[in-house]
């Protein structure tokens, strides 16, 4: 891609994420992200086939920033200096607040179905091999469908509060509601 491409792509994002932030994602249409972007519509349908196209290839681009060094570096957002299951979670909860102007919290809230269910995906990569050991009787299918759910719905009150809470908060009471270890103890 060259840099002039580089540079519609990017106001193309840029218009799209200002337009997320004013109002639904159902309610954008194309054309208020072509106005946006000051460019034509064969300039738009040259890099993104739909407004779906567009918001799946935005979260691709997302979602490797907002998982980039999660498990290597958990401490560069988060104030928490530990590799754990709580710090993983606050170094996610970091960017989904800090990155985008908070479009991936607000996308998981509304529950956008291109969106979520990319995330969900990931969260299940993320999860499915640290999931603690449980009893035989709960399926471990099962509990991964749970687990992805309630951080979904933790990100979607945590927006809808305005992201009041600290992401190591949250982070730390989600992991205390799983029942699992945290760091500490209160």
């Known amino acids: 891609m060259d840099r002039r491409q580089r540079k519609t792509r990017k106001a193309i994002f840029d218009a ?7 109002e639904h994602y159902a309610s954008v249409t194309v054309g208020q992200i072509i106005e946006r ?3 034509g519509r064969s300039t738009f349908y040259a890099h993104f086939a739909t407004k779906d196209d567009l918001l799946d290839q935005m979260c691709v681009e997302m979602f490797a920033h907002v998982f980039e060094g ?5 401490h560069t957002h988060a104030h928490t200096q530990d590799p754990t299951m709580e710090g993983m979670l606050a170094h996610l909860l970091c960017h989904l607040r800090d990155n985008h102007d908070g479009i991936c919290g607000k ?17 299940e990569e993320f999860f499915g091999d640290r999931l603690p050991e449980r009893s035989s009787w709960v399926p471990q299918d099962l509990m991964l469908t749970l687990v992805v759910s309630g951080f979904c ?3 979607g009150w945590w ?17 205390r509601s799983m029942g699992w270890q945290t760091k500490r103890h209160a």
């Open 37 to 39: 972007a000051d460019i």
């Open 70 to 74: 999660v498990e290597t570096d958990p």
């Open 159 to 175: 927006h809808e509060r305005g992201y009041e809470a600290a992401p190591e908060d949250l982070a730390h009471w989600y992991v």
């Open 16 to 22: 799209f994420e200002q337009l997320m932030n004013e």
């Open 153 to 155: 719905q933790a990100i």
């Open 107 to 123: 996308l998981v809230a509304e529950g956008e179905p291109h969106f979520t269910a990319h995330f969900r995906t990931l969260l």
